[in-house]
């Protein structure tokens, strides 16, 4: 069975720092697909990134990026000098292709990310 | 932004009642699904559907039920609300089956009293 575990609950950070956001995930599966979505104080969920398990390159996107190791079955996500508005719950998730009719996606716990000023 | 809309956008209701709320999108997508998200649980499939009046359970799918007429509306409903069914739920789309990202509506919050 699928699963993904963010271990860390809460983060807090002084703006202008750095941030890790792990994420661990369980599959079978060969080929399968991970993502990471944003959810800040306005309750929208938005999607950041889409990673199938082929690409072990990391992805940098401004200030951005994530290292996908399928050694350690990771998918992280970095946030460069945060800022306030990075201040979101944060969901990494897990697609395993293929499985019945549709893209289901099982979705971490999240990660909450207070950035303070 | 994909075109996807909720309503309710918040709802008030007490046990027993039934309640339908609804997910319209402007994409044309084939795949659209309803979560529910509740706090240390991120979001938790309920129903999904893979085209017109093709649908199939999640992993919550207990004391809920889904219709799709239209390819563009993806009705829940809570045939006798509970409190335990209050929460936060989302509607997402998917262009194809293929692990497609999926895009997330505003959300509708359903409190029962």
């Known amino acids: 069975a699928q699963k993904v575990t963010q271990a860390q609950t809460e983060i807090s950070v002084v703006e202008k720092e750095d941030v890790t956001l792990d994420c661990v995930y369980e599959?079978?599966?060969?080929?399968?697909?991970l993502f990471w979505y944003k959810q800040p104080p306005s309750g929208e969920l938005v999607f950041l990134i889409r990673r199938n398990s082929f690409d072990e390159q990391n992805e940098i996107s401004g200030r951005y990026s994530w290292n996908f190791q399928k050694s350690t079955s990771s998918f992280n996500f970095t946030i460069t000098a945060s800022q306030v508005v990075d201040s979101a719950v944060y969901f990494c998730a897990l697609s395993e292709a293929g499985y019945s009719s549709a893209s289901k996606i099982i979705f971490g716990s999240g990660t909450r990310l207070s950035i303070r000023p | 932004d994909a075109g996807i809309t909720q309503s309710p956008r918040h709802k008030v209701t007490e046990t027993g009642t039934p309640v339908t709320l609804r997910c319209h999108q402007t994409?044309?997508?084939?795949?659209m699904y309803w979560y529910r998200q509740d706090p240390g649980h991120g979001l938790r499939l309920i129903h999904y559907s893979y085209g017109v009046k093709d649908t199939d359970k999640g992993e919550v799918s207990d004391g809920y039920s889904v219709s799709r007429s239209k390819t563009e509306d993806f009705l829940l409903t809570l045939e006798s609300a509970t409190s335990s069914q209050t929460s936060v739920y989302f509607c997402?789309?998917?262009?194809?089956?293929?692990?497609?990202?999926?895009?997330f509506g505003p959300g509708t919050r359903l409190t029962v009293l």
């Open positions: 994409e044309n997508h084939r795949y």
């Open positions: 599959t079978r599966d060969t080929t399968y697909y």
């Open positions: 997402a789309i998917s262009e194809s089956s293929d692990a497609d990202t999926q895009y």
